[in-house]
């Protein structure tokens, strides 16, 4: 094994320790003995080796970092010195024109209280027509429903007919139903009184059972 030149102090000295150890040592035992330390000096020179070359690696990222720092805080630096001037002269010409300004933003301000109000009275308006218009809507799908339904029912004397017929029969579930469904489509009839008479008998000849 070809042996490295050594430039770190630390690892002369073993070296030097070494030889000196294998200088005493029987002849016999000695190649044994100088394998297994050449190994060991070996992987101690890999190992400071690739210590110090992570070393130096971190030692150039800190020292990349530290001029990007500097660089950052001289031109930080610079920028509030900038702005420091450019707000001595800003205050400086404006100095004749806060009055001016707090007058136009107090008339901003009144004008925008106004246009909130306004805001507010038409959205209440919009509010209105949609309600409005929801009910309207409602009333126009029942209605539609109800024109349905009743197109689809008997004849008003017919489904009153029925209905008593079914009631006089004894036939009381039948008839309140028909009864219900006289008062519910042709509720401003002259019969719907009588309708609304007997689904009470109905209901109390239920009761009583």
Do not use: C, H
Not at 184 to 199: E, I
């Amino acid at each position: 094994m070809t042996m490295q030149r050594i430039s770190n102090p630390v690892l002369k000295g073993l070296v030097l320790t070494v030889a000196l150890y294998l200088a005493a040592m029987p002849a016999y035992g000695a190649s044994k003995e100088i394998i297994q330390l050449q190994t060991q000096v070996q992987q101690l020179q890999e190992q400071m080796a690739t210590m110090k070359q992570s070393f130096d690696e971190r030692m150039g990222v800190m020292k990349n970092l530290v001029e990007q720092n500097t660089d950052a805080a001289n031109k930080t630096t610079a920028a509030i010195k900038t702005l420091q001037d450019t707000l001595q002269k800003q205050q400086g010409d404006a100095s004749g024109r806060v009055d001016q300004l707090s007058g136009q933003i107090q008339a901003l301000n009144d004008t925008l209280d106004e246009l909130k109000v306004r805001l507010a009275k038409v959205s209440k308006q919009l509010e209105d027509m949609q309600a409005s218009q929801q009910s309207i809507a409602a009333q126009q799908q029942a209605a539609q429903e109800q024109q349905k339904a009743q197109a689809q029912a008997p004849p008003p004397d017919v489904l009153y007919a029925n209905a008593l017929r079914d009631y006089n029969g004894g036939k009381n579930d039948l008839a309140s139903q028909e009864f219900s469904d006289y008062v519910k489509f042709y509720p401003n009839t002259d019969l719907a009184g009588n309708s609304y008479f007997y689904l009470a008998e109905l209901q109390f000849r239920a009761g009583k059972r």
